[in-house]
């Protein structure tokens, strides 16, 4: 019979695991003290303030809840809002899925400068990007008076107010495809080309299967962004009441009117927006995970 030989593991990896275990352990005290601060953090900071909407628009009871959120101001109010990310979160679907596709799988001059270019919605402030706009399209701008000729009106209007969303929402679905495309790579695309697969197919049934949590997780928070922002669409609208004001200029003419009541009311729309898409976010995430 032959006896089996078996190594002990020498002590210095013994050692070094104890080494690790003690650098990240720490005392009890301190443990619930950073529990302590970052649930009191969220507290102060994010429930305290959502309770505070909720409180303040219920306030006068439901009658005159319903009745700030069913005026014909807050109706158009909506209706504007829902269509400026019912155009923006699509067109922002489709350029995102081109630029990921065009930065991870192929390479080119100025590969970089367009990545630069998805990125300049977070680097410019909201108001600067409305203000460029107001000096391209606008009655005094570059090209306004030129499509005021044939009867087009960008600036103060429902296509101003579309084009500021769309700018401000651009970056984020592109910027969920690329870093998960370039950790894929290319072999399952190019191991579906040598199968005879085209460029529509690859992507229906290769690319797009592989991120379609990534994909989903880009356009909830471009949605969420779209119906929420309020510098770029501030500057080009005009604040006209019942057809360039969105949900966010609402309430702040509502607030300024000193008619906190209704203007709580219409904010707690943007809150529950705010809920809806915690909790997608928060799916997304755990159903990404279980997969992988």
Same mark, same amino acid.
């Given at each position: 019979m032959s006896a089996a030989i078996t190594h002990p593991r020498p002590a210095t990896?013994?050692?070094?695991?104890?080494?690790?275990?003690?650098? *990240?352990?720490?005392?009890?005290?301190?443990?619930? +003290?950073?529990?302590?601060? @970052? !649930?009191?953090?969220?507290?102060?900071?994010?429930?305290?303030? #959502?309770?505070?909407?909720?409180?303040?628009?219920?306030?006068?009871?439901?009658? &005159?809840?319903? *009745?700030?959120?069913?005026?014909?101001?807050?109706?158009?109010?909506?209706?504007? *809002? !829902?269509?400026?990310?019912?155009?923006?979160?699509?067109?922002?679907?489709?350029?995102?899925?081109?630029?990921?596709?065009?930065? +991870?799988?192929?390479?080119?001059?100025?590969?970089? #400068? !367009?990545? &630069?270019?998805?990125? #300049?919605?977070? @680097?410019? @402030?909201?108001?600067?990007?409305? #203000?460029?706009?107001?000096l391209v399209f606008g009655q005094q701008g570059w090209l306004g008076p030129r499509l005021a000729e044939y009867g087009i009106k960008i600036i103060f209007s429902v296509p101003g107010i579309v084009l500021a969303t769309l700018f401000i929402t651009v970056p984020f679905v592109a910027r969920e495809l690329i870093p998960l495309m370039e950790a894929q790579g290319r072999e399952e695309e190019e191991a579906a080309v040598v199968l005879g697969a085209r460029g529509w197919q690859v992507l229906w049934h290769v690319t797009l299967p592989n991120v379609r949590w990534a994909l989903l997780y880009g356009v909830i928070l471009s949605n969420a962004r779209a119906m929420g922002e309020f510098g770029a669409v501030s500057v080009v609208s005009g604040h006209i009441r019942g057809? &360039?004001? +969105?949900?966010?200029?609402?309430?702040?003419?509502?607030?300024?009117?000193?008619?906190?009541?209704?203007a709580f009311a219409v904010a707690s729309l943007l809150a529950l927006l705010a809920l809806v898409t915690l909790a997608l976010k928060s799916w997304v995430e755990w159903r990404s995970v279980k997969e992988n």
């Amino acid at each position: 019979m032959s006896a089996a030989i078996t190594h002990p593991r020498p002590a210095t990896d013994k050692a070094a695991q104890l080494e690790s275990r003690a650098a *990240t352990r720490e005392s009890r005290a301190v443990k619930w +003290t950073i529990l302590a601060l @970052s !649930l009191g953090f969220f507290a102060v900071f994010l429930l305290l303030p #959502l309770f505070v909407v909720f409180a303040e628009a219920l306030a006068k009871g439901w009658s &005159t809840y319903l *009745t700030a959120l069913s005026e014909p101001d807050a109706l158009a109010a909506v209706r504007l *809002t !829902l269509l400026a990310a019912a155009v923006s979160v699509p067109l922002n679907l489709a350029f995102g899925i081109a630029a990921a596709w065009a930065v +991870t799988r192929f390479d080119f001059r100025g590969k970089q #400068l !367009l990545i &630069t270019l998805i990125d #300049l919605p977070f @680097s410019v @402030s909201p108001v600067v990007a409305g #203000l460029i706009f107001v000096l391209v399209f606008g009655q005094q701008g570059w090209l306004g008076p030129r499509l005021a000729e044939y009867g087009i009106k960008i600036i103060f209007s429902v296509p101003g107010i579309v084009l500021a969303t769309l700018f401000i929402t651009v970056p984020f679905v592109a910027r969920e495809l690329i870093p998960l495309m370039e950790a894929q790579g290319r072999e399952e695309e190019e191991a579906a080309v040598v199968l005879g697969a085209r460029g529509w197919q690859v992507l229906w049934h290769v690319t797009l299967p592989n991120v379609r949590w990534a994909l989903l997780y880009g356009v909830i928070l471009s949605n969420a962004r779209a119906m929420g922002e309020f510098g770029a669409v501030s500057v080009v609208s005009g604040h006209i009441r019942g057809e &360039t004001n +969105t949900l966010p200029l609402h309430v702040e003419i509502l607030y300024n009117e000193y008619n906190f009541a209704a203007a709580f009311a219409v904010a707690s729309l943007l809150a529950l927006l705010a809920l809806v898409t915690l909790a997608l976010k928060s799916w997304v995430e755990w159903r990404s995970v279980k997969e992988n």
